[in-house]
């Protein structure tokens, strides 16, 4: 190859000849010989031929002239040759990256005459490895930053990198792991500590697909602590479709795992007590229904009605309540079989469900309850209160019909039970349904009929307390029946047959009324006594007033309101109504059309029982209301029940950017009065903040 194609071949590869000519021994007093316009290199025209070392090494970069100085000379020194990268500065200030080998020529003395190497431009090179390095140290510092543990594997499952979270879950450092089986970096088992069938990674190399997360797997760290974990992998592809590996993603899911775990409890229990709730013991009842029928298997279902509960709730308070409740079912869960299943059905109504018990050992397990509960004594501040049951046993069998005619069944009996006496156990009957229908009918329409007669209904009053600024004085309004004898009725007991023989509207008429001459009067009486003395007014009382579903479609209630504010000179400001969601829900356009009447008068509206229904925040921006009173279910135990205390602050956050109040019933302790502020409501209402007073007309 002469010359010519040499100059041509160095061309086609972008490089150029470059020679020294050494004059003393050192490189510094050399003198760079350029060939084939190799100045181009240094940003120069081409016909500068030669240059002394120094003029070129005004070119070099400051950073890279003692390194590129020290190459040189120490090739120059052993007669070797050298390979060496370094940066130049054109003048015109940009930078150039610049590749260089070469050979040191000799003479036969070993002394050094020159150089012969050749040279050229490797920027671009440089750019893209800088850039590239730029991507991978971004890279890494987004994989250390992340949130969820990250771990690479070869194709043959060995771990090849964890990020900053993989290293804190797993207790492996990265050098450590480097080289491990996955299933060793990454241990993982099921919920039951058992070892998983196969490790998600090597899943993932075996289908050559990415793998869905699993939903139930521990990570068991190197420390021996297991994690709940959520995991899943991918593989990773080259350009040409070569598997390269996996990369496992994962990240700790305890938090998510015990909530689902208490959402699912607190679905099929009840919170106060811990027994199974309604819904669950249905399903019970449904499954000891199908064995039944389908095995032949005999088993016996308990209606319990508490007796006496009432007046310790309404006596001493709902927080005496509920712990009366929680100190008798532990006490009757001591009572019974390992295989029978004890609920709380309702306020002070509890299920039995004895599995492959006949009848009569049945009766003996209902009577020994019934006298366990007849010997327990409930001390509540000095006070004693002795309790009774009526109990309602109905056999389950394979002629049983349904689940809800069973339940239908073992209510009646608890019925007839409380009939003839209570503190008793009735075995249902197919007489009894017909028998416990008529009763029912003909006592509460007679006892509706006398109390409206004979002037047995009574109002009590609860505060509704402002928790921030002082404002005017709430008062919700409560009915009750005073028979001439016996104890007073509560509202749970006689509202379900106001509504079911169409006598709810007589009653929330017959409370309008008297809260209007009530009020009425007591404003007239405030304004004298403020024009005698010549002092300021006493503060505005607002009375919150409970309708029903069925007054909500009545068409003639807005001028019966309307009529009894005229007569008793009640300003319709003083008023506020309270409805529920399931009577809104039932009434809608109706309850729109008479909430937008009443509220051009002035009265307000008070949404009850927030929360218990499940298109709540649906409904509630149809409805003009202005105050949401959160249901206690939620409130309760709000200070040890993080699900509710979160559902709590949720609807008080929700309420407030709609502009309106909310309000906390149930509030029976300092501890929940404490979380509720804490989390911002407008009122509070239990016996914490104010207990029931008459309403005296």
């Given at each position: ?227 709940a974990v959520e995991e899943s992998a991918s593989p990773i592809w080259s350009d040409n479709g ?79 309540g509920d712990l009366l409740l929680q100190l008798l079912a532990r006490m009757l869960q001591t ?99 017909r028998l416990a229908r008529r009763l029912g009918e003909m006592q509460w329409v007679s006892r ?250």
């Amino acid at each position: 190859m002469d010359f010519r194609h040499l100059r041509m071949a160095l061309d086609a590869a972008r490089m150029t000849i470059w020679d020294t000519f050494i004059h003393d021994g050192t490189v510094a007093s050399s003198t760079v010989n350029w060939q084939g316009g190799g100045q181009r290199l240094l940003g120069l025209a081409p016909g500068q031929l030669a240059q002394p070392f120094n003029d070129f090494l005004s070119y070099v970069h400051v950073d890279d002239r003692d390194t590129l100085v020290h190459t040189m000379q120490e090739a120059v020194d052993k007669c070797t040759g050298y390979e060496v990268e370094y940066r130049v500065v054109w003048d015109d200030g940009s930078l150039h990256w610049l590749a260089a080998k070469a050979h040191m020529l000799c003479n036969a003395d070993g002394a050094p005459t020159g150089t012969l190497g050749i040279i050229w431009d490797i920027t671009e090179r440089k750019l893209n490895e800088e850039a590239t390095a730029r991507d991978r140290e971004m890279a890494a510092v987004t994989l250390r930053a992340i949130g969820e543990g990250v771990i690479t594997i070869d194709p043959y499952g060995k771990t090849e990198y964890l990020n900053r979270t993989a290293e804190q879950l797993t207790g492996w450092r990265n050098d450590e792991a480097r080289g491990q089986d996955i299933a060793t970096t990454l241990h993982l088992t099921n919920e039951a500590g058992e070892p998983i069938a196969e490790h998600v990674a090597l899943q993932c190399l075996r289908l050559r697909q990415t793998v869905a997360p699993a939903s139930d797997n521990q990570l068991v760290t190197r420390e021996g602590r297991h994690i709940a974990v959520e995991e899943s992998a991918s593989p990773i592809w080259s350009d040409n479709g070569v598997l390269l590996g996996v990369v496992v993603v994962f990240r700790d899911v305890s938090h998510e795992r015990k909530l689902t775990r208490q959402l699912s409890w607190n679905a099929t229990h009840d919170t106060l007590t811990g027994l199974i709730n309604r819904r669950e013991f249905e399903v019970r009842i449904a499954e000891a229904l199908h064995s039944a029928k389908d095995e032949g298997h005999v088993h016996a279902m308990l209606y319990m009605d508490l007796d006496q509960f009432k007046i310790v709730n309404d006596t001493c308070g709902h927080a005496a309540g509920d712990l009366l409740l929680q100190l008798l079912a532990r006490m009757l869960q001591t009572q019974m079989r390992d295989s029978d299943v004890l609920a709380r059905l309702g306020g002070d109504e509890l299920g039995v469900l004895l599995p492959r018990c006949p009848t009569d050992q049945a009766r003996l397990i209902a009577e020994g309850l019934r006298q366990s509960i007849r010997n327990f004594r409930f001390v509540w501040h000095e006070r004693t209160f002795e309790l009774g049951v009526s109990i309602g046993m109905v056999e389950v069998t394979r002629h049983s019909k349904s689940m809800t005619e069973l339940l239908m069944a073992a209510d009646q009996a608890c019925y007839l039970a409380k009939e003839r006496g209570r503190n008793r156990v009735h075995v249902y009957r197919d007489s009894d349904q017909r028998l416990a229908r008529r009763l029912g009918e003909m006592q509460w329409v007679s006892r509706l009929n006398e109390a409206f007669e004979q002037q047995y209904f009574r109002l009590y009053t609860q505060p509704i307390v402002g928790l921030g600024e002082t404002g005017s004085e709430h008062l919700e309004v409560l009915i009750r029946i005073q028979p001439a004898k016996g104890d007073l009725i509560l509202p749970g007991a006689f509202i379900p047959a106001a509504e079911r023989y169409d006598l709810m509207t007589a009653i929330d008429r017959w409370v309008i009324r008297a809260v209007c001459r009530h009020a009425g009067a007591a404003a007239a009486a405030a304004a004298n006594a403020a024009a005698d003395t010549a002092g300021a007014p006493s503060p505005v009382i607002e009375y919150s007033i409970n309708l029903s579903g069925t007054s909500l479609g009545d068409d003639s209630l807005h001028d019966y309101i309307v009529e009894q504010f005229r007569e008793f000179n009640v300003a319709p400001q003083h008023i506020c109504f309270e409805i529920t969601e399931t009577a809104v829900i039932a009434n809608l356009i109706r309850a729109q059309e008479f909430m937008a009447k009443l509220k051009a008068l002035g009265c307000r509206f008070s949404l009850d029982d927030f929360g218990s229904g499940l298109s709540s925040f649906a409904y509630l921006k149809a409805l003009p209301v202005d105050f949401l009173k959160i249901d206690g279910v939620f409130i309760r135990d709000i200070a040890t029940n993080s699900i509710n205390r979160a559902m709590v602050k949720a609807i008080n956050e929700v309420g407030h950017v709609m502009g309106l109040r909310t309000v906390a019933e149930y509030v029976e302790d300092d501890t929940t009065l404490a979380v509720v502020r804490q989390l911002g409501l407008d009122y509070a209402q239990g016996y914490a903040v104010g207990t029931l007073q008459p309403l005296h007309s």
